[in-house]
């Protein structure tokens, strides 16, 4: 289960407390900023006050300037963090497209992702041959 205290200000995972730089409400969820790593900004976004799962996104300080970073992988295994370079069309959104960590995740995949991200060293930028590695998705996007 994925939910906030409100009173706390602090994202819930599993009953587990975790840091929360920044939340906001929006619509009947939320959105929940982690500072995962120095220089890297984990957002939560929930559809609903309470779920089983959230939407993580992965992006270089500050996430408004909605620069992704991915985690790159060596032989399939989290390797490091890179940040993802414009596309050649200009557009931040498209470059980060299959590449950036923004996938659904349950309680348990969020505290994986916040302490894999906390751990691994930023290389840079991604580069173009430079394999990914994504978290396994929860199941029920809807429930
Ligand atoms: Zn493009």
Known sequence: MISWDGRTRKVVLDGQPVDTARIVQSGDGW??????????????????????GVFVDLW???????????????????????VIPVCECGEQGCANAGRQIND???AEGTLELIDLVSRLPLLGQLQPNQEVWRPDPAHDERP
């Open 31 to 52: 959105i929940a900023t982690i500072a995962a790593a120095r220089g890297v900004d984990l957002t939560l976004t929930a559809s609903q006050p309470a779920g089983e």
């Open 60 to 82: 270089r300080r500050p996430a408004e300037d909605e620069v992704g970073v991915a985690v790159v992988a060596d032989r399939g295994k989290p390797a490091g963090l890179a």
């Open 104 to 106: 659904f995740v349950d």
